[in-house]
């Protein structure tokens, strides 16, 4: 049998009121619908719950030993069906999974690990690095948020962009290069920065309309080890400005600006629709937001 959840409303309102017509007015029902509806009660619960003692109703032993589970159940309901609008940072016990580049990694996430830790004490971030493939893990919930400069296609999910930051060029101290222009820029060797080992980059499409042609030496999946190959020899990286600035003075780098007009690259704030009302969600979002609007802005 599948129980009708709207008599437990109707039974608590009976319970509380005493009366079928109190009952009905509580409801916003008619006395006869509420009587029908006692009636249905009476049939499967096997008991009268409320009896005719002279001119008011009486619960029977039944009834009063139900009415504080039926009370219950009415609110617990109700609270699952009218979720509450209010985050309690205080309270707020979570992990979240974020998933993004080295670069926001060691330029975004230790400020923002400062910032929750400091809001929300029982959040917990779990940082993981981009994947060489793209995966199922946004749709299935095993990441909260991707960052980066990609986003997806799909109508389910949702993104948004946070800001840009400026590409450069990133040598080490003491190269022999003093000047560069497009020409210098691609007599170097180079080292490219791409999860999916890929050799082509849009910059090399600039320098064939230059007739130009760079040597690629490596391909790496991270900017941290394109640093390291970069600390160690005369190949060039070309990356973000900003969010590599602490890997390049970590490692004592120089930056140039890139000798070529180029759009800016984004940063882009990815998650699935299925948190798009979730409080604590659109919190973390918003303190991502915060954070690196204050890691460009510095």
């Known amino acids: 049998m599948q129980a009708d959840l709207n008599l437990l409303t109707v039974l608590d309102a009976l319970l509380e009121e005493g009366s079928v017509m109190g009952a009905a007015q509580r409801l916003h029902l008619s006395s006869p619908a509420v009587s029908r509806t006692l009636g249905r009660i009476r049939k499967v619960t096997g008991d009268d719950i409320l009896v005719r003692t002279g001119h008011t ?4 032993p039944y009834a009063l030993g139900i009415a504080d589970e039926v009370r219950r159940l009415v609110r617990e309901a109700n609270a ?3 979720p509450s609008r209010e985050l309690d940072l205080a309270e707020l016990d979570r992990t979240f999974t974020v998933q993004c580049h ?3 990694a060691s330029s975004v996430v230790p400020v923002l690990v400062g910032r929750i830790a400091q809001r929300a004490p029982g959040v917990r971030l779990r940082v993981l690095a981009e994947n060489s493939a793209d995966t199922d893990d946004l749709r299935h919930g095993r990441v909260d948020l991707e960052l980066g400069g990609g986003r997806p296609e799909l109508p389910e999910f949702r993104s948004e962009t946070l800001g840009t930051d400026p590409l450069a060029v ?3 101290a003491g190269h022999p290069c003093t000047e560069l222009d497009l020409r210098t820029y691609a007599a170097y060797p180079h080292v490219v920065v791409s999860r999916r080992g890929r050799l082509h980059a849009p910059i090399d499409d600039v320098l064939a309309a230059e007739g130009l042609r760079r040597r690629v030496v490596a391909t790496v999946a991270t900017v941290h080890s394109a640093v390291q190959i970069a600390a160690a020899s005369d190949a060039l990286v070309t990356t973000t400005a900003v969010l590599c600035r ?3 003075e970590a490692f004592g780098l120089v930056t140039w600006p890139l000798p070529v007009p180029s759009p800016e690259a984004p940063i882009n704030c990815n998650w699935h629709q299925r948190y798009d009302s979730d409080l604590a969600h659109a919190w973390l979002r918003e303190q991502v937001r915060e954070t690196l609007t204050e ?3 510095g």
Do not use: K, Q, S
């Open 57 to 60: 109703m009486t619960p029977t």
């Open 80 to 82: 699952v069906l009218t």
């Open 102 to 104: 080295d670069a926001l």
């Open 170 to 172: 990133v040598t080490r």
């Open 246 to 248: 602490p890997l390049v």
């Open 295 to 297: 890691v460009l802005g």
